[in-house]
């Protein structure tokens, strides 16, 4: 199967039928028996009353999940650094990709699977968007990624009239995937349905505009709305959700010039924080070279590993190359909510992923973890955690220190 790679099958749960297959990282597709065997053995599990969640290899993780009864997903990843955590949330995040672009109806109810898989090809890039290294954290952490801008009032105040003049209640401002300003109702959205909706929309080729029909996996898997966007500049668009009305051609020619040609020169101006995903104003420790910001109950995140990217730019090797930095500091994130911070569930209850260590009643606040190139320090308040990418030679005892200088600047400068 080769070295290192991730492969991703789609089955019909009630007898097995292939629906699709996706790889990333290895050019060989894995044997039709390879694929029969990994589905065989959960099916004959599941005959027993036994439920066959995941299995390690000496080089390989297998997770198996069921979803709605109908649609069996399987992950096979030669990585070294996928988890379990990450693993099962590859899995949801690539049934809610099939739920936004085919809707639950067709899924749960399979009437004709040729049909269905002709119908699944339009998740495709999507799908391959979550197997890629993202340079966003929505599918680890759930949460939206976001950008920082200093005009972002300006941006607000422009977007909410847009919105109302457009017939709707809910528009954001994106860039590459990541969320700049969006209007009251948008933010009221499940944050899963609006971290797929960022990423439908990074996945797709850039165009001027487009009306494109999505089910919510959250709020409405079974009736489409229309998502609407249109390209402001390069690398920025406006994205509204709609029912019938309006048309692309009217909101086009009609709003969009008129909204937001006065205000081409603060939309250019995102494309800056596109590196960072806050202005350089902001300022940080020159030992932080990446950090990732959740801000718990709005469900949104900051995230970059280019914390200092002058500095970068000015070396003539990074110190830590950027696939290195994303691995580490995802990493860190998904052993910190695994073993030491609690995750918050439907029931508003709190768990772990695993158990704390035997003996401790208390939930930890804070750690951090040293290797030979990095160090990575977390922590969390009741709306807040903070994880950060340290440089090796940024001392130990000053971790906590910077982190907590860190959240202050974010939390209460600019009120992250």
């Not at 109908?70 to 949801?92: F, G, P, Q, R």
């Not at 994205?239 to 939309?267: D, H, M, N, T, Y």
């Not at 950090?291 to 914390?307: D, P």
Request: with cysteine.
């Amino acid at each position: 199967m080769g070295d290192g790679g991730i492969h991703l099958l789609c089955l019909t749960a009630s007898s097995g039928v292939p629906l699709y297959c996706r790889s990333r990282g290895t050019s060989r597709q894995l044997p039709f028996s390879v694929i029969g065997s990994l589905n065989g053995v959960h099916m004959f599990g599941s005959n027993q009353d036994v439920l066959l969640a995941g299995t390690n290899t000496e080089n390989a993780n297998v997770v198996w999940r069921v979803f709605s009864d109908s649609v069996t997903l399987i992950v096979l990843s030669l990585y070294e650094s996928a988890t379990d955590v990450y693993l099962n949330k590859l899995l949801e995040n690539v049934f809610s990709a099939m739920v936004l672009l085919v809707g639950l109806e067709d899924l749960v109810n399979i009437k004709n699977v040729e049909r269905l898989k002709r119908d699944l090809r339009a998740c495709y890039k999507l799908i391959d968007s979550f197997l890629e290294m993202p340079e966003r954290t929505g599918d680890l952490t759930q949460c939206v990624d976001c950008v920082l801008v200093q005009d972002g009032s300006v941006l607000q105040d422009c977007l909410d009239t847009f919105t109302q003049a457009a017939q709707s209640n809910f528009g954001c401002i994106m860039m590459s995937g990541k969320v700049v300003v969006a209007t009251e109702k948008w933010w009221r959205l499940a944050p899963q349905d609006v971290m797929m909706l960022a990423w439908l929309v990074a996945s797709l080729i850039p165009c001027t505009s487009r009306d494109y029909p999505v089910y919510l996996p959250q709020g409405s898997p079974t009736v489409p709305h229309r998502l609407l966007t249109f390209l402001l500049v390069p690398g920025v668009e406006v994205c509204i959700l709609c029912g019938p009305v309006p048309s692309l051609q009217e909101v086009e020619r009609e709003l969009v010039e008129r909204f937001w040609k006065p205000l081409a020169e603060p939309l250019k101006a995102c494309l800056r924080m596109q590196v960072r995903s806050f202005p350089a104003s902001v300022p940080l420790d020159r030992g932080i070279i990446g950090l990732l910001l959740i801000n718990r109950e709005q469900s949104k995140c900051l995230y970059t590993v280019q914390a200092n990217p002058s500095e970068d730019a000015a070396r003539q090797d990074i110190y830590l190359p950027l696939d290195r930095r994303r691995t580490a500091l995802r990493s860190f994130y998904t052993l910190a909510i695994s073993r030491y911070f609690p995750v918050e569930r439907d029931d508003g209850k709190t768990a772990h992923y695993e158990e704390f260590q035997a003996g401790f009643t208390h939930h930890a606040v804070q750690c951090y973890t040293v290797s030979e190139d990095h160090k990575c320090y977390g922590l969390q308040t009741g709306q807040h955690q903070l994880f950060i990418l340290f440089r090796s030679e940024v001392p130990t005892f000053a971790l906590r220190n910077i982190a907590t200088k860190t959240l202050l600047v974010f939390t209460k400068e600019w009120a992250f």
